[in-house]
């Protein structure tokens, strides 16, 4: 019986020493799963941070153009007026008015028809200064002393 059971014996070692490796590999691969699985992890985290750097990237890529189009658009709006004075006789009176006009352009293209401002013109007042309080588009109190240098500030 000897000899059966050294065979035997050495039939359970085997199997035993197989299972013994068989549950050591399942968790060495376990272990090379996690590792795998956790640069997996750290990769995707690291490509969702850049996307979402890209995406942000982008939008302030756009805003800043679309600020930089209005800018530019803005830019070429500007008034044009011209001032005059008219004169009414009615029998022995005489009126004077001060008559302003006003439009938008952008670039050469007018956007808006003259509009038309009359006021009563008394004598000694100055029709330049008188002209300039009458403004439409623009207030004359943000006008100044350099009328197109703050007319593009305010169109701004």
């Excluded at 029709?127 to 439409?136: D, G, L, N, P, Q």
């Amino acid at each position: 019986m000897s000899p059966i059971w050294w065979v035997l014996w050495s039939g359970i070692c085997a199997v035993g020493t197989g299972l013994l490796v068989y549950f050591i590999m399942q968790s060495h691969m376990e272990v090379v799963l996690a590792k795998q699985r956790e640069e997996l992890a750290a990769a995707r985290a690291t490509l969702a941070a850049q996307r979402e750097a890209l995406e942000n990237s982008l939008k302030n890529t756009e805003e800043s153009a679309r600020h930089q189009a209005m800018d530019d658009f803005l830019a070429d709006i500007r008034v044009e007026e011209r001032h005059y004075t008219r004169e009414h006789k009615v029998l022995f009176m005489s009126r004077k008015m001060l008559v302003r006009q006003e439009r938008i352009f952008f670039r050469n293209i007018p956007l808006s028809n003259w509009v038309e401002q009359e006021m009563a013109l008394e004598e000694g007042v100055d029709a330049e200064k008188m002209a300039r309080t009458m403004s439409i588009f623009v207030n004359a109190a943000l006008l100044g002393d350099s009328p197109e240098s703050t007319v593009q500030k305010l169109l701004r």
